[in-house]
């Protein structure tokens, strides 16, 4: 069985933050969601639950966590115009773009959602030639 990622975001509005992710083309699994959690499926391998803040602090009480629960949250894209698109859709919804990032063969924007996680969306440009990328002549 193949590992599935969970990414647990603390939300001020289950229905609010449901609709921002629906808007940017994932589902949502129903059979995990409630009115305190949505299930939204990113992937087969991932999946994010938009918790309500209060139910979000039953799980971090009393086991050492910092009082903070902050993470930055990477995703790949199959192009450089499904970055731009999906930056596209969380801006429309409600969402921050922030400036894109070209790095050589890398290309990447991020956004900022209603409730202030940061996803970062990257499209890595594979070479024609693979011996041109410095990654694998690093390894020869």
Do not use: K
């Amino acid at each position: 069985m193949d590992r599935i990622i969970f990414v647990n975001l603390p939300v001020r509005d289950v229905v609010a933050s449901r609709t921002f992710y629906t808007s940017l083309g994932f589902g949502v699994n129903e059979r995990y969601s409630d009115e305190q959690v949505a299930c939204v499926v990113v992937s087969g391998a991932i999946l994010v639950m938009l918790i309500e803040r209060g139910r979000f602090a039953d799980f971090i009480a009393d086991d050492g966590a910092p009082s903070s629960v902050q993470v930055r949250t990477g995703l790949s894209a199959r192009s450089r115009s499904e970055v731009d698109d999906i930056v596209a859709r969380a801006v429309a919804a409600g969402g921050t773009a922030h400036p894109a990032v070209q790095e050589g063969g890398m290309y990447g924007r991020s956004f900022t959602d209603p409730d202030g996680h940061v996803w970062e969306l990257i499209h890595m440009a594979m070479p024609a030639d693979p011996s041109h990328d410095p990654a694998i002549a690093a390894r020869s």
